[in-house]
């Protein structure tokens, strides 16, 4: 850790870590509840499992985005960030907020736009958090080292800031409603949170690969060009059967098809990095989770999205599990995966272990890309068949969920192995491990039998 | 490559783009706006009891199980046609006797059937839940959803 400062980043991870764990223990939950559709029915709603499996889901991301930020831009600045305290107050405001939209969920108050169900003082707390943030990270920024890496996420970060003020906007008209509700939503993980991704991804690639700076931030700019240029009018995709105009068919269908170039460009770029780079960091976890992460982001984000977003296809598959099987590979893909190989690249710099046994963490990201990758494929299938049955032949929805009750069988296996595979990610950060793995050796005996 | 784009160039070409995209999608924004108002929803008046309508909606977290054109929650029913699929997208009374009917019987407790939530709402809010998801109903959605199975 070169900066002291940058220490603020291990108590955002920490907290990230926890909201984690409760994101996939909700979803674990909820998929139960697909299988098992009594459990809890009064005492606890799917609607409100719901909102706190996609709440947790947002705000941990964020939290990890925040904390990157702290960790990154010391780095990146050269100086300490403007003040550890502010970054702290901040931490505190989110966590208030969060603890706060939970217990009201619990006892049934919040709102109902989906994602956007907090409280309204929980609005405003994040909103405070998000001035805080800007404020304290801008000031470090501009009194140090400008950097593309930097340039590129404070645009990220300021841009996705101002739209949360559409978090306060809810016409009474409904399609109104749902088209600014989508200028948080699409363009929050569909334009600015790219942009913030891909300065982490670049951040992670200089570190790990020794690859030159240059090299790398004319990469950045380039895909985060990919990023708007087509994300922005990609929006289009989500306006097609709202109640507004039928050229959104035509933009929507364009600019979200191009809308892979920037996830196929972000996998080029991680492997092309890691071929061409001649440092071997000990911290192979991180790279591993920097590759997987944009491969998998490629295939949820890229493949799955174009696989439904032409506008004759999205005419019979909207709304249905196709949408929900693209939704969860795409943000693991994307956010969480890219998260983690944060964690797991700072991890051990912030807590002064490194490097270490990473065995652990490897296996968690084998038990949660493969339990991903299989929720993925059966929500497809299960998809494809509602598209055909209710859609196409018209049989009414609870008809045909009865005949998807094998694919959510399987969808909950595979969410009980993200959820071992997330705790066990955990674990790995936060329970100090051997520091290194020796070579084996037939010849050692364990003393006394102990293994 | 390296020569033509520098680093500069495509820094620029970064902003330039966005600011470009930006202007033409805010501009496209503007008139989705007056379409809406003055078009798409325009064939029922947005009333009282619609804006209430919504407001029960939104209280109850409706979204994350059902969906409203094709958005929300993919464990209940499409409402955005429900009351098509009821036959009552045109009466008023009716669809306020059969959606009150509807939600009283709810839970079901049928084993092995997905439940929906019992519900306080009284009969001002639930009238003005019918009329708001009429009022959905008959927005112009460009033909979706493509049968009344929602």
């Not at chain 1, 990146?76 to 009201?104: D, F, N, P, W």
């Not at chain 2, 109850?60 to 499409?78: K, M, Q, R, V, W």
Request: charged residues 15%; contains cysteine.
């Amino acid at each position: 850790m070169k900066y002291k400062s940058q220490k603020v980043a291990y108590a955002y991870f920490i907290v990230a870590m926890g909201l984690f764990a409760i994101q996939v223990l909700g979803g674990l939950l909820a998929g139960w509840i697909y299988v098992a559709p009594n459990t809890l029915s009064e005492l606890l709603p799917f609607n409100i499992i719901r909102m706190i499996h996609t709440n947790a889901l947002i705000v941990w991301l964020l939290l990890g985005f925040f904390g990157a930020a702290y960790y990154l831009v010391p780095e990146e600045s050269e100086r300490e960030i403007y003040s550890v305290k502010l970054a702290y107050l901040q931490l505190i405001i989110l966590v208030v907020g969060t603890l706060g939209a939970v217990a009201s969920y619990l006892v049934g108050i919040h709102g109902g736009r989906e994602f956007l169900e907090q409280p309204l003082w929980v609005k405003f707390g994040i909103l405070v958090a998000a001035v805080i943030f800007l404020v304290n990270i801008s000031l470090t920024v501009l009194a140090g080292r400008r950097t593309a890496i930097t340039n590129v996420l404070l645009t990220g970060l300021w841009l996705l800031s101002l739209l949360w003020i559409f978090a306060f906007i809810n016409p009474s008209n409904l399609s109104l409603d749902k088209m600014y509700w989508w200028f948080i939503v699409h363009l929050w993980v569909e334009g600015t949170w790219e942009l913030v991704m891909a300065s982490i991804l670049a951040f992670l690639m200089l570190k790990l690969t020794g690859i030159d700076r240059e090299v790398i931030e004319k990469w950045l700019y380039v895909i985060v060009a990919t990023a708007l240029f087509s994300g922005i009018l990609g929006t289009g995709h989500h306006f097609y059967w709202i109640g507004l105009p039928e050229y959104w068919q035509w933009v929507g269908s364009i600019f979200s098809t191009l809308e892979v170039i920037p996830f196929f460009a972000m996998m080029s770029f991680a492997f092309i990095m890691v071929w061409k780079g001649r440092r071997n960091h000990p911290n192979k976890a991180a790279l591993l989770w920097s590759l997987g992460s944009a491969t998998v982001a490629f295939f949820g984000a890229g493949v799955w999205g174009f696989l439904h977003t032409l506008h004759g296809v999205n005419y019979y598959t909207h709304g249905t599990q196709v949408t929900a099987a693209h939704g969860h590979l795409a943000f693991y893909g994307a956010y969480v995966a890219l998260n983690l190989a944060m964690f797991t690249y700072a991890m051990p710099v912030l807590r002064g272990r490194s490097p270490y046994n990473q065995v652990l963490n490897m296996c968690s990201f084998w038990l949660m890309t493969g339990g991903m990758a299989f929720m993925t494929f059966v929500l497809t299938f299960a998809g494809t068949i509602q598209t055909h049955m209710q859609r196409v032949v018209g049989d009414y929805f609870m008809d045909v969920q009865d005949q998807l009750e094998i694919f959510y069988i399987m969808r909950f296996g595979a969410g009980a192995a993200v959820v071992l595979g997330a705790l066990l990610f955990i674990y790995s950060q936060l329970v100090p491990q051997r520091e290194i793995v020796e070579p084996g050796n037939d010849a050692v005996v364990p003393e006394s039998g102990q293994a | 490559m390296s020569e033509i784009l520098t680093k500069s160039r495509a820094r620029n070409i970064f902003y330039g783009g966005s600011l470009f995209f930006i202007v033409v999608f805010v501009a496209m924004t503007i008139h989705s706006h007056r379409y809406v108002v003055e078009k798409s929803t325009a064939g029922m008046p947005l009333t009282d009891a619609v804006k209430l309508g919504k407001e029960v909606w939104e209280r109850h977290s409706c979204i994350n199980c059902h969906t409203l054109h094709g958005e929300g929650a993919y464990f209940a029913p499409e409402v955005g046609n429900v009351m098509t699929r009821w036959g009552v997208l045109d009466d008023p009374e009716g669809a306020f006797e059969i959606l009150d009917a509807w939600m009283k019987a709810q839970p079901s407790g049928t084993p092995g059937r997905r439940q929906m939530p019992h519900f306080e709402i009284n009969e001002e809010e639930m009238r003005g839940l019918a009329d708001f998801l009429r009022w959905a109903d008959q927005t112009d959605t460009q033909n979706w959803p493509p049968n009344d199975a929602g």
